[in-house]
């Protein structure tokens, strides 16, 4: 997961074609709607992150979408920030800031399909082992869990750094550890969302038929169905597309959509949250903390677990 799309280096001639302007117009107007997106994204999970750190009580599941938020937080930033420094307006700039935004974005990305695995995981032992999950869960598992996974994604990224970019002499590394990130991405942590998510589900249409389900539930089956739809694409094109001798424009293409839908994912997560809890007769006149307080809200959490996470 270390390459950008393949592009082909055209010399600089004073004519300029008909279909090269269209592609610079439809490149640009590509790069607005990220940017904007970016945006709108960045300014609902830095209030995510405010209402999750200052003033929402913590339980074990606020632990996990408080590193989620983090984590589209700078996947977003990266990516505006990229859409905007490739623009041939702004002059070419160093390898090495490119090399950074790449990192950090492929890091962020890895660690919020981890997160998603880990919360509908944990969901899941809570509703099928709820003895144990009371009796013998540590109290800062979400914490520990979330600083496994922050590590791992960190050290995942060095690994590609090494194998990619400083022994990459040959061109024959990358593909091994691209073929990594397939085995972890593809058949690990996305089959673990999916099997939680679909017994999620299960459950929440037996709990319907009697009651109304509680609020996570939805947060994380939504959260979980956005991610597959929207953001999984870019894994798709980043570690498989990007192999296979597909012609320039339908590769171009798949990678700006899948770009733009990797960027919807990390931006709808605030929303999901905010539709999820708050009250229909009641919407958009409460505070914003009390909204997210009770769409994260864990009904079988012991107050004295919310002090402990607090």
């Not at 903390?289 to 004295?304: F, G, H, I, N, Q």
Request: overall charge positive; aromatic content about 12%; proline content about 5%.
């Amino acid at each position: 997961m270390v390459h950008t799309p393949k592009v082909t280096m055209m010399a600089t001639t004073p004519t300029v074609t008909n279909s090269t302007e269209e592609g610079n117009v439809s490149s640009l107007g590509i790069d607005i709607l990220i940017v904007l997106v970016c945006l709108c994204g960045l300014v609902g999970n830095g209030a995510v992150i405010w209402f999750l750190r200052f003033g929402v009580k913590k339980n074990p599941y606020s632990v996990y979408i408080f590193n989620l938020a983090i984590a589209d937080f700078f996947f977003l930033l990266c990516m505006a920030l990229s859409s905007v420094l490739n623009r041939p307006e702004f002059g070419p700039w160093s390898w090495h800031v490119s090399e950074v935004l790449r990192r950090i974005r492929y890091l962020t990305y890895v660690l919020g399909l981890s997160l998603l695995a880990a919360i509908s995981t944990q969901r899941c032992l809570s509703v099928f082992f709820p003895i144990w999950y009371r009796c013998h869960r540590p109290k800062n598992l979400s914490a520990l869990v979330c600083a496994v996974l922050w590590m791992m994604a960190i050290l995942e990224n060095l690994l590609a750094i090494y194998f990619c970019v400083v022994q990459n002499k040959n061109g024959n590394s990358c593909p091994k550890v691209d073929l990594f990130f397939v085995v972890l991405i593809f058949g690990v942590f996305t089959p673990i969302m999916c099997v939680s998510s679909l017994t999620l589900f299960i459950k929440i249409q037996r709990v319907s038929q009697k009651r109304q389900p509680a609020r996570l539930y939805i947060v994380i089956l939504v959260t979980t169905l956005v991610f597959l739809i929207c953001a999984l694409p870019l894994a798709v094109h980043w570690l498989i597309v990007y192999w296979l001798s597909l012609r320039e424009r339908p590769n171009v293409i798949f990678y700006r959509v899948a770009k733009i839908f990797s960027c919807v994912n990390s931006t709808a997560n605030p929303i999901i949250y905010f539709m999820v809890g708050s009250q229909r007769k009641k919407r958009f006149r409460e505070p914003l903390r009390v909204v997210l307080e009770r769409a994260l809200w864990d009904e079988e959490t012991s107050p004295s677990e919310v002090r402990s996470n607090t």
